[in-house]
């Protein structure tokens, strides 16, 4: 969806691999003391790796932004 946003996200006990499948937009990272650490455009094919603690904001673009997520465990 064109121009779409998610809310604010994070995971307390998994860190987060994400991959941009399809489109673009852009992300933010934050870390635990509210520095970003990442503020930028993201495009298909792109890695973005997101460590435990740290809040995410995507806001897609035109083109709308497609991604997949992969997590670490716990266990």
């Not at 809310?7 to 399809?22: G, K």
């Not at 970003?36 to 897609?60: C, D, L, M, T």
Request: aromatic share 12%; no cysteine; glycine share 10%.
């Amino acid at each position: 969806m064109q121009r779409a946003m998610t809310v604010p996200w994070w995971r307390m006990n998994t860190h987060a691999i994400m991959y941009v499948t399809r489109g673009e937009g852009r992300m933010e990272v934050v870390g635990e003391e509210g520095r970003n650490v990442f503020n930028g455009r993201v495009r298909e094919g792109q890695f973005i790796v997101i460590p435990q603690f740290y809040a995410v904001i995507r806001e897609a673009g035109d083109e709308g932004l497609e991604w997949i997520t992969f997590t670490t465990s716990d266990l």
